[in-house]
């Protein structure tokens, strides 16, 4: 399963035995992926919400559910820098900028860690 967030955090994952695999994706691969992949949104902030759905071309729905990466599931990280969003945007501000991570999930059993 394909995920897109706004943020990663450890309690993401299934157990802690867990290799993670995170680089910096192009904006262009990232709506690629979003056109042939079963995804999900879990972008807790409703104007970054708008924002990348305006940025990809997809429904970015706001969904502050928690998630649980399983084996081999992929997470967007839109990693939003700047100011705080003023309230109701649906552009980026003039100095913030998006940058696009994917982390990638693997699990091993504990002799091949």
């Not at 928690?66 to 839109?78: G, M, P, Q, S």
């Not at 900028?97 to 693997?106: K, P, Q, R, S």
């Amino acid at each position: 399963m394909l995920y897109i967030a706004n943020a990663f955090s450890l309690s993401m994952l299934k157990k802690p035995d867990a290799t993670l695999r995170c680089r910096e994706v192009e904006i262009e691969e990232i709506k690629d992926l979003l056109n042939i992949c079963r995804w999900s949104s879990c972008v807790g902030h409703k104007d970054l919400a708008q924002i990348l759905s305006n940025m990809l071309g997809v429904q970015i729905s706001t969904n502050r559910s928690n998630i649980t990466l399983e084996r081999w599931d992929r997470l967007v990280v839109a990693q939003y820098i700047g100011p705080r969003l003023p309230e109701g945007a649906k552009d980026l501000p003039q100095d913030a900028n998006i940058t696009f991570h994917m982390v990638e999930v693997a699990y091993y059993p504990p002799q091949l860690a």
